[in-house]
């Protein structure tokens, strides 16, 4: 499973479709929960997540506060080869981002 500092990524190819499974590391607030002296916490939730190959974007997810912790999709697309690279990237309501480039393995024969 290829990494960055919070997305992981696997991925395959076969007759030129992708199969991207992603999971994201972040804590997804709502804003909603309070701590355990009653305080809010404050909203941090992915707000836009993208998939970029060959310089097209391929996955452009609008996210929000009512996704679970730790997201994880599961999308594919057509066009792709082995040894392709993908870029993954994230925005926050905070604007706190990340983003990674990952290779889709050469399938073994």
């Not at 992603?22 to 305080?39: A, F, I, Q, Y």
Request: charged share 25%.
């Amino acid at each position: 499973m290829a990494k960055s500092s919070t997305i992981q990524v696997r991925s395959s190819v076969k007759k030129g479709v992708a199969t991207i499974k992603c999971l994201v590391s972040h804590p997804m607030e709502t804003g909603l929960r309070k701590d355990k002296k009653g305080n809010l916490i404050p909203a941090k939730f992915i707000q836009n997540l993208t998939c970029e190959h060959s310089g097209d974007t391929v996955l452009d997810a609008e996210l929000n506060g009512s996704i679970s912790t730790n997201p994880y999709l599961k999308f594919a697309f057509s066009g792709a080869n082995d040894g392709d690279t993908i870029k993954i990237s994230w925005v926050d309501n905070t604007g706190e981002k990340d983003s990674g480039e990952f290779e889709i393995p050469t399938r073994r024969r």
